[in-house]
């Protein structure tokens, strides 16, 4: 099936503009009729949830955590993108549209992309009338500074806790309607189930984390914000919790998942130490700024002290690859060239799994304070977790599973496939195409819940009339059931393993087979591996406790489930796509100098998998991709 | 290295409550704290009892999920650093660890090591915001703001929300994590509006929550992971008292 995005037509620079005039209204008087279920305070769902509230809707939030506060949004460190350009080097709404079309490898929808471009400027201007404590020069301007994969500053940041002064703000928004009663909160509250009555989203089912309860909620739409879903690779630099519970069961339910396979691997996070780790800490990207990259030039150099070893036997080998954008090449092109480097045997540290980010040269220029001004909080994470002093010694650093491009399909609305669903931030797989620049999740979670999401919705509940079915209904019934039939299994099963080595052998099958780079072997060698983990999972868990009480085992098992399902169409994706693209490496698609390889001539679609059934194939549905204002072109950061 | 811990288990909130004490065998001094206890969990799984619960979910520190009174103190000895950025490092071999819950009546035990911290957030709901719309705000430089007074309020918006504060004062004060938001608003042009109305409605959401009132212990500042300040303390009364005297437009 061909699947329609409903991108607006006509010139780019006013698409927006003339789809909001366009759309439907909701009267205000009519606004406190309907009642929007948001799944997910981070950044978009908080945003989502603030903002609808505000606008008179009846909106009822859910969060696995104790508090909103504690989304994941609240770990990005680097900053959040804007075309203000307030420096004058050159940015515009075009510039950021192209270099995140670009950098997206072509394999994002252009409309989408545009407007976020376009909202981005708002988004600064929302946040600073907020509160949120932006970096400032002496002046009172606001301060930038630049990214991977752009050449303009246009990076606005909060010293390395952006992510969590946005959330903050989000959260204040959002604490200020729970006050005002517009939005009801529903904290430690997971979504295990989506209700859709007659093909359409009503509601959903949640298990109460306190309480062990199961509870059904109704909705006249759903909205899901849940974020990514890397854990599936069990060492990421995501939180514990993040999972891709809500939106694989919204799959299940008919919702498609688009281009799953589109994971990035982030370039700068701290090495694995021991095998009792249980998660990889993210260096912000903005290090890139004013650390240089490099690999002893010989192997037998590796084990030596690097202050030991002399300029010229260095390989700075992003300078050397990349002269136009260096250290700050893109993330997919970064993490690459690490590998390649470990690969060829010139990997540091213990496990040879490492390369150097040196900031030698930088606090030669500008002095050790202005460095520590600048990125302190970083060295001082990474002398926690390390022992090592990142000012005296370069830092080590590995790339790691860290973000996910891929999600549930939406079109220009925001909506799935399902009518009423709607699903924002890293959980949609809208605007990022197959890799994402730095500082642009943190943008896309905000513009889609502050400024698209309120427009969008609008046009559908216009288009419904509210309220017409609640709990009562037979499917909410059907879906408790079936959420407390999988519990009582998992708790009745007993094994030997726990659900933390399950986890872990699901994450090497996966990192090894469909991690950094991808090959036809590889991929079928998981596709055997992921069902015989899965069958494991169902025969020998150990599940303590019991369902009707605080479990966090049986949060992670029921976590684990759905990863394992997902793992196997993630997997799929991948090797479907005969073409290397961003995140995507197909080893067999290269070109000589080890460049990835895209086909437009057969892949530039987004592909949007149904699912049929966990024993069965899922259907590929395409949504054939235009460029008509960015040129389909090689990806050159040379 | 070998540990023995002594780890506070309380089945639920009716439940009395007592330490127990487990074995934690082989911990690599590259383990952060919390990968410590994953292990010693994963020993009682496999020993047919009962895990510790425990909260966390970042485990960078940033969060403020974590919550463990480790030998008496919130987060654990090592200064400006969270339960899940502790390093095992920090431990010896065959060193006894007691491992608690936050204690303060404001913060109703749930089970083992999970407290009920929702009375930070109704203090946040009582006015820890800037009341602006979305949208129809004006452009971000038309508000200027020096760096110092960026800074400042940057040094106050780090408070992660975690607790340790309240559990680290002798009164369960929360009195460092209010002030820093009350603070943080205070000095920016776009908080002033609020100012007098916040400070009054925050102050008294921290009583009506159960929290106990500050007398200058600097506890809280101690044990603070992320070095929040009790000179935002100061400021909080002085915005406080500054509240209390009439203005000429009310
Ligand atoms: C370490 C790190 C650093 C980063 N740095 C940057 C950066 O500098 N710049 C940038 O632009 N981006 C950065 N990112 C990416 C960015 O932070 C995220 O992509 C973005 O914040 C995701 O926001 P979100 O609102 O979609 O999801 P999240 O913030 O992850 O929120 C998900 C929400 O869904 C809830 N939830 C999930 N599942 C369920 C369920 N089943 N039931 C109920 N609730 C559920 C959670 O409780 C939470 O409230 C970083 C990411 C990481 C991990
Ligand atoms: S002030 Fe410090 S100790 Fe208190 S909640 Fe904030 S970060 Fe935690
Ligand atoms: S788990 Fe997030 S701060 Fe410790």
């Not at chain 1, 002095?367 to 002398?383: A, S, W």
């Not at chain 1, 990835?596 to 149904?610: I, L």
């Not at chain 2, 009583?207 to 070095?227: R, S």
Request: proline share 4%.
């Amino acid at each position: 099936m061909i699947l329609d995005g409903k991108a607006p037509t006509g010139p780019i620079e006013t698409s927006w503009d003339r789809h909001r005039f366009d759309m439907k209204l909701v009267n205000p008087a009519n606004k406190r009729k309907f009642k929007i279920l948001v799944v997910g305070t981070g950044l978009a769902g908080g945003a989502a949830a603030a903002t609808l509230g505000e606008l008179g809707y009846n909106v009822e939030a859910f969060c696995y955590q104790d508090s909103p506060r504690r989304a994941h949004s609240i770990a990005a460190q680097g900053g959040i993108n804007a075309a203000k350009n307030y420096p004058s080097d050159g940015d515009s709404i075009y510039r950021l549209f192209y270099d995140t079309v670009k950098g997206g490898d072509f394999r994002a929808r252009e409309a989408d992309v545009w407007r976020l471009a376009q909202v981005s400027n708002n988004i600064i201007d929302q946040c600073v009338a907020q509160g949120v404590p932006f970096a400032r020069d002496y002046a009172g301007y606001l301060d930038n500074r630049s990214f991977g994969g752009a050449q303009v500053s246009r990076t606005f940041y909060a010293r390395g806790q952006t992510g969590q002064q946005l959330l903050l703000g989000a959260y204040s928004a959002l604490s200020r309607q729970i006050k005002n009663k517009t939005v009801k909160m529903f904290a430690r509250r997971e979504m295990l189930d989506l209700v859709v009555v007659d093909g359409v989203a009503k509601g959903i089912t949640c298990r109460n984390l306190i309480t062990g309860e199961i509870e059904s909620y109704w909705g006249d739409a759903v909205i899901l914000a849940t974020g990514g879903f890397v854990n599936v690779f069990y060492l990421s630099t995501n939180a514990m919790g993040c999972s891709a519970t809500a939106i694989w069961k919204a799959t299940k339910k008919g919702a498609y998942m688009a281009n799953p396979c589109y994971t990035q691997i982030h370039p700068t996070c701290i090495p694995q130490h021991g095998d009792k780790q249980s998660k990889l800490t993210l260096m912000s990207e903005s290090l890139r700024n004013d650390g240089r990259v490099w690999v002893p030039k010989r192997a037998e150099d590796c084990g030596k002290h690097p202050n030991q070893i002399a300029e010229e036997d260095r390989d700075y080998y992003l300078e050397r690859k990349y002269p136009s954008f260096g250290n700050l090449a893109p993330r997919d092109i970064a993490s690459r060239a690490a590998k390649e480097q470990c690969d060829d045997g010139r990997g540091v540290g213990d496990t040879k799994r490492g390369v150097y980010l040196d900031f030698q040269a930088a606090i030669d220029r500008v002095g050790q304070p202005l460095i520590q001004q600048r990125y302190g909080n970083l060295f001082d994470m990474y002398e926690k977790i390390t022992d090592e002093n990142g000012y005296e010694r370069p830092m080590r650093i590995y790339p790691a599973p860290h973000y996910s491009m891929g999600g549930l399909w939406v079109d220009y609305h925001c909506m799935s496939n399902i009518p009423g669903l709607f699903v924002l931030g890293e959980a949609n797989f809208s605007v990022h195409g197959a890799n994402r620049l730095g500082a642009s999740a943190l943008m896309q979670g905000l513009a889609d819940g502050y400024f698209v999401i309120p427009y969008t919705i609008a046009q559908y509940m216009a288009s419904i009339t509210p309220g017409q079915i609640k709990e009562d209904h037979p499917e909410f019934k059907k879906s408790a059931e079936e959420v407390k039939g999988q519990i009582d299994k998992m708790l009745s099963i007993k094994g030997k393993k726990t659900v933390g080595e399950l986890h872990r052998e699901l994450g090497s099958v996966m990192w090894e087979d469909v991690g950094m780079a991808r090959s036809d072997a590889s991929l079928k060698h998981a596709l055997q591996r992921i069902p015989e983990i899965r069958d494991e999972f169902w025969n020998n868990v150990n599940v303590t406790g019991t369902a009707g009480e605080l479990n966090q085992q049986l949060e992670n098992a029921g976590r684990l489930a759905d990863f394992l399902e997902f793992a196997e169409m993630m997997t799929k994706d991948a090797l479907h796509r005969e073409e290397s693209c961003g995140g995507h490496f197909r080893t067999e698609h290269q070109t000589e100098d080890g460049e990835a390889m895209r086909d437009d001539e057969n892949f530039c679609y987004a592909a949007a998998w149904e699912f049929k059934g966990v024993d069965n194939e899922p259907e590929l549905h395409k949504e054939p991709l235009k460029f008509e204002n960015v040129k389909l072109a090689v990806r050159s950061y040379k | 290295m070998n540990l023995t811990l002594h780890v506070w288990r309380q089945k639920g909130p009716q439940d009395k409550g007592k330490l127990e004490t487990y074995q934690a065998k082989d911990v690599s001094p590259d383990e952060s704290f919390l990968e410590m206890l994953d292990e010693v969990n994963d020993h009682l799984i496999k020993s047919g009892k009962d895990p510790i619960a425990f909260d966390h979910d970042c485990r960078e520190g940033i969060c403020g999920m974590c919550s463990q009174v480790i030998n008496g103190r919130p987060h654990g000895q090592q200064e400006l650093t969270t339960v899940c950025q502790l390093h095992m490092r920090q431990f010896k071999d065959g060193d006894e660890i007691f491992i608690e819950p936050w204690r303060a009546r404001a913060f109703p035990i749930i089970k083992d090591l999970i407290v009920d911290r929702s009375a930070l957030d109704a203090v946040m709901q009582a006015g820890g915001y800037a009341s602006c719309h979305t949208g129809g705000v004006a452009d971000a430089n038309d508000l200027l703001i020096g760096k110092p007074v960026a800074d400042y309020a940057m040094d106050a918006a780090e408070c992660i929300g975690c607790g340790a504060c309240v559990a680290a004062c002798p009164n369960s004060s929360a009195m460092l994590f209010t002030s820093a938001k009350v603070a943080q608003l205070a000095v920016l042009p776009q908080g002033k509006p609020e100012a007098r109305r916040r400070v009054q409605a925050m102050t008294k959401a921290i009583l009506d929550e159960g929290f106990g009132n500050c007398t200058n212990h600097y506890e809280c500042e101690a044990a603070c992971p992320k070095g929040i300040s009790v000179k935002f303390i100061a400021k909080l009364n002085r915005e406080y008292i500054k509240s209390m005297v009439p203005s000429s437009a009310e």
